[in-house]
Structures are given as structure tokens and as C-alpha cells.
């Protein structure tokens, strides 16, 4: 098939674009430098490029986003300007990389992706919305960000359930050969984990004289993940690689 990669430069992008070419399709790995072998270079923010970017894809896997500019922008608007500009006499499968918990969690970010969703279900196009759990990587980011010299403050009572990026990568390749479900898949790491267990893992692995403190956390925000927002549900498919592996834990 003739694939494009939206936010192919992104951790997730980069360990996607090889395991779609190990698929056997041809891969264009759109960004907004289009950097490197496979590159087109798009701008979903404005539009720019766009339409030569994803001229003639026959599968599209939607993975770029904007988390710490504005979602609204890039994520919802964006994602309009990407149903405008595909080809639907040829597109067969566009497969959007959304995350758990979107439809429960009162973030704004996570509010930028639920809208997006909808725009693609209204859209007409043969879709599947994959909602992926918390990538190692992520949580290892949000453990250091976190950690204030010898403490390590995490909130009480939330729960997570870290995935490989290459094993949720692995799942967008097996999905994007799939008909177009238009409806949520999920894919989660593992086992689902209190944040306070994740934290001294990591700890213990990366920063050994740092002292784990859980705290409860008031609000909305904080009710959403102890109540279990960000985890998936009974019907979702797992990853095996566990998060203590990823940080080179023996048991």
C-alpha cells in the first residue's frame, strides 16, 4: 500500500515509518521539515504542502499532534485540513493515533483529541481511531520533570498502564491492513500500575536515593485518573514489554 506518515519525525512516527516498510508498503514520512530518506514536508497548522504531501495515499496513519503548542490548532484543525486535501476515490484505511482515556479526562489537550476523533467519524472516511496508553518514554519524562532533588512527588491514587512505543507501532501496522473499523480501538501496555509503584521503579532504576512521596491531589483532573480515565478497557489489546523492562529491571 502507499502509506503516509503524519507526524513521521515523532518518537512514535520514527519506529512506525520501518515497521510499515517491513510490512512491505511504501511509507511517506510527512513532517513539517520532512527531513531524511521518505521525507515530504507538510504543515498541518496551515495547511502548507499538504495536499502534494498526501497525493495518492492509499492508507493514511494520522500520529501527528501537538501537545504543548496548540491542539486546536494542529490536532483539530489540522485534522479537518487532512480530510479536505486526501483523495477519497483512493484513500482505503485512515487510521488516527488518539489515547486512552480521551473521552474521560477534563484536560484540554486530551478535550483537542476527542474533538479530532469526531471530526473524523463525521467525515465520511473509512477510519479507526486507536487510543494507545502512555508511552515508557512519556512517563519516564514525567518522572524526572517531577522529581525535585531527593523527592520524587507523585499524586495518590492514579493509575497507568506505560506501553512500548515499537510494540504500539507494531499494532498501528497490524490495524492500517485491517477494513476501517469507525469506531475506538484501544492498546495498552501491559499491566495497569499506581503511579506511586511506577514512581519507585523508575527511583530505584534511574535516581536510587530519591524518596517517592504520593500526595492526593484535588479536582476534576485528579478524580478522572484515580477513578482509572487513562486506562484501558476490557476489550483492548495488550503489549507484553512491561515497564521494569524498559528500565533493565531483573527479577
Do not use: C
Not at 515497521?19 to 504543515?43: F, I, Y
Not at 499524586?155 to 506501553?163: L, N, Y
Not at 501496555?189 to 532504576?205: N, Q, T, V
Amino acid at each position: 500500500m502507499d502509506v503516509v506518515v503524519t507526524g513521521g519525525s515523532s518518537p512514535l512516527g520514527r519506529v512506525l515509518v520501518p515497521s510499515l516498510q517491513a510490512a512491505g508498503h511504501q511509507v511517506r514520512q510527512m513532517s513539517r521539515r520532512g527531513a531524511g530518506p521518505g521525507g515530504v514536508r507538510a504543515d498541518l497548522a496551515t495547511g502548507r504542502d499538504l495536499a502534494a504531501a498526501v497525493r495518492g495515499a492509499e492508507v493514511v496513519v494520522h500520529a501527528a499532534s501537538d501537545p504543548r503548542g496548540n491542539p486546536w490548532e494542529v490536532d483539530v484543525a489540522g485534522t479537518r485540513r487532512l480530510v479536505q486535501a486526501l483523495d477519497r476515490d483512493r484513500l482505503q484505511h485512515l487510521v488516527y493515533v488518539s489515547i486512552v482515556g480521551v473521552d474521560r479526562v477534563p484536560w484540554n489537550y486530551y478535550r483537542a483529541k476527542y474533538a479530532a476523533e469526531q471530526v473524523l467519524l463525521a467525515s465520511g472516511l473509512p477510519v479507526s481511531l486507536v487510543r494507545v496508553t502512555q508511552f515508557h518514554h512519556f512517563i519516564d519524562g514525567m518522572m524526572a520533570t517531577a522529581r525535585r532533588g531527593p523527592v520524587l512527588i507523585v499524586p495518590m491514587g492514579w493509575s497507568a498502564a506505560p506501553v512500548d512505543v515499537a510494540e504500539a507501532a507494531g499494532f498501528l501496522t497490524e490495524v492500517a491492513a485491517w477494513p476501517a473499523a469507525s469506531d475506538v480501538v484501544e492498546f495498552g501496555g501491559p499491566e495497569d500500575l499506581a503511579a506511586a509503584d511506577i514512581a519507585r521503579a523508575w527511583a530505584a532504576a534511574r535516581e536510587p536515593n530519591t524518596r517517592v512521596v504520593a500526595t492526593p491531589l484535588p479536582g476534576k483532573l485528579s478524580a478522572a485518573f484515580r477513578e482509572g480515565g487513562v486506562l484501558p478497557g476490557p476489550r483492548a489489546a495488550r503489549g507484553r514489554r512491561t515497564y521494569a523492562e524498559h528500565l533493565g529491571v531483573r527479577h
